[in-house]
């Protein structure tokens, strides 16, 4: 007979000597796997502060939507990081004139839309003028108001005619509105076929779009251009900040835009995060709507200007990365006025405000907007910005507003108090800082003085560069000595990632995540 206890024995050595086994072709399994490289992800998630308020892109001017106009519809020309303009899908253009008004353009002849159909100079005929003539509420007029005429030559060459001298025309076909869409596809579908169901001649397509929440967009196989390296590109629209890096630290992002940068250090101390905060081509600006009765005294505007400390605001919040402003310019740009400095002076704000009958004992009450968490740290420069008016006798009652229903208001010149917008301006040229913030026809502008629109005219017809540019920055300063719109600080961008994403950083402050690769 066996010995019943021999059998235990033997019965647990085995099961040792098993575990023994099982446990080495595990760690050489792993082992294993460790050695081979990791396949990348298939799909790029973002984080990102707002959703676009249409899927129309020449329908509005919406800065911050830009990044995902360009994934899906490309621009007529691309503005890269030094801010030159470079061939997109107008692949060359030159003035046919002396006098700026006879532009000809060539189009690529390989882009085609993502529904496979080839792209025209009937498209950019339909997207630049017969459109915006039929539709005056399209937000492009306020960038070709001067475009006569296109003629067409062929499906890559046409001209563009303007009424007027129109210099700066290669810019915008660059800037905001600037893209071609498809005519065919516009006129089977209808306006509100499009929303649904946008198509453009980007690198990536929307295959799923959920408003105010998400949208998926995976990567064309025809685009024109380098193919994307990352197929697969979701936004998720997050507008609290917190959440945003919350999302980046926990893997359920792979980049967060517009990060507070209370946040940008203490994520590059993680091993495997990265953050960077950096000046671009935009500006803070307080916008003041003519059409309220407070702002129409001088006094209270200056006033107003006087009593804020830009600096103490930058190093407060923008670790003094973000440049204090004197006039409606970046520094450095062609429209800053050098020498020019409109400095913080406490009493010199309640002397002007005193002139226009208010003070401590006699408060100006009016309505201040912002918005929060669409820049990084507005709503805390706005509260700073409060107090500081509340030191000279302003009691300004903060409302909190999205970017959506500010353009809304503006649009409809209904703005009912002063507004804390950060102005886009990816071409750096003078006419789209000072030019647009105060055309008193444009939707957007609150400044509605109807004797700038002449002034406006004549620079924006100015053949002479070295005429037009001074013309702007006189412009430019008459505009803060008069309080027409106070400028405040250069803007920043905050960008957060892992470190496994190799992406470029533009000083437009676009996200492009067609550039964008896994690192290896």
Same mark, same amino acid.
């Given at each position: 007979m066996i010995d019943a206890g021999w059998? @235990? !024995? %033997?019965? @647990? /050595?085995?099961?040792a000597c098993l575990a023994m086994v099982c446990s080495g072709l595990m760690a050489s399994s792993a082992w294993a796997q460790s050695d081979k490289p990791a396949a990348p992800p298939e799909e790029l998630k973002i984080a990102y502060p707002?959703?676009? +308020? &249409? !899927?129309? +892109?020449? =329908?509005?001017?919406?800065p911050a939507g830009q990044s995902l106009y360009k994934a899906v519809f490309d621009s007529a020309l691309f503005i890269d990081g030094d801010l030159k303009l470079q061939p997109a899908l107008i692949k060359s253009w030159r003035w046919l004139d002396d006098k700026n008004m006879r532009l000809g353009i060539v189009l690529r002849d390989d882009v085609t839309f993502h529904d496979g159909s080839k792209l025209t100079t009937d498209d950019f005929k339909f997207s630049f003028l017969d459109r915006p003539k039929q539709d005056k509420r399209l937000a492009i007029n306020g960038f070709f108001g001067a475009l006569q005429d296109i003629q067409v030559s062929s499906p890559t060459e046409a001209t563009m005619v303007f009424s007027t001298p129109t210099p700066t025309a290669p810019n915008y076909l660059g800037f905001l509105t600037s893209y071609i869409l498809p005519h065919a596809y516009f006129e089977k579908v209808g306006e509100d076929g499009f929303q649904a169901a946008p198509i453009g001649a980007g690198p990536y397509k929307v295959v799923r779009y959920e408003r105010g929440s998400r949208v998926v967009l995976e990567a064309y196989d025809k685009y024109w251009g380098p193919k994307p390296a990352i197929k697969r590109v979701v936004?998720? %629209?997050v507008p609290d900040s917190s959440a945003r890096v /919350?999302?980046?630290?926990s893997s359920r992002a792979d980049v967060a835009v517009q990060i507070p940068l209370r946040e940008v250090n203490r994520l590059n101390k993680s091993p495997a995060l990265k953050a960077e905060v950096y000046p671009y081509s935009e500006i803070f600006i307080?916008? $003041? +709507? &003519?059409?309220? +009765? =407070?702002f129409q005294n001088e006094h209270v505007r200056r006033a107003l200007h006087l009593a804020i400390n830009k600096? /103490?605001? &930058?190093? =407060? %919040?923008?670790a003094n990365v973000a440049k204090p402003l004197s006039v409606l310019a970046t520094p450095g740009s062609p429209g800053d006025? =050098?020498?020019f400095n409109y400095a913080f002076d406490k009493a010199a704000a309640q002397a002007e405000l005193a002139r226009a009958g208010y003070g401590p004992d006699k408060p100006l009450k009016i309505q201040f907007l912002s918005t929060n968490n669409t820049f990084p740290s507005d709503y805390e420069m706005a509260r700073a910005i409060v107090q500081m008016w509340s030191q000279i006798g302003v009691q300004a009652d903060l409302q909190e507003i999205t970017l959506a229903k500010y353009l809304e208001l503006s649009h409809s010149s209904k703005v009912p108090g002063v507004m804390l917008y950060s102005w886009a301006n990816a071409t750096g040229d003078p006419e789209i800082f000072a030019g647009k913030i105060l055309d008193p026809r444009l939707r957007f502008s609150t400044w509605k003085e109807p004797e700038l629109a002449k002034t $406006?005219? /004549?620079l924006a017809a100015q053949a002479d560069p070295d005429k037009r540019i001074q013309g702007y920055r006189d412009l430019a300063r008459l505009a803060t000595e008069h309080a027409w719109s106070l400028p405040l600080l250069q803007s920043v961008a905050t960008v957060a990632s892992k470190k496994s994403v190799d992406m470029q950083v533009y000083q437009t402050g676009y996200i492009l995540p067609a550039t964008y690769r896994w690192s290896r």
């Open positions: 059998v @235990r !024995w %033997f019965g @647990r /050595a085995l099961v707002v959703d676009v +308020p &249409s !899927w129309d +892109p020449t =329908a509005v001017t919406f936004f998720e %629209f /919350a999302m980046l630290e307080l916008q $003041i +709507p &003519s059409y309220v +009765p =407070a600096q /103490a605001i &930058s190093k =407060a %919040f923008y006025v =050098a020498g $406006i005219d /004549a």
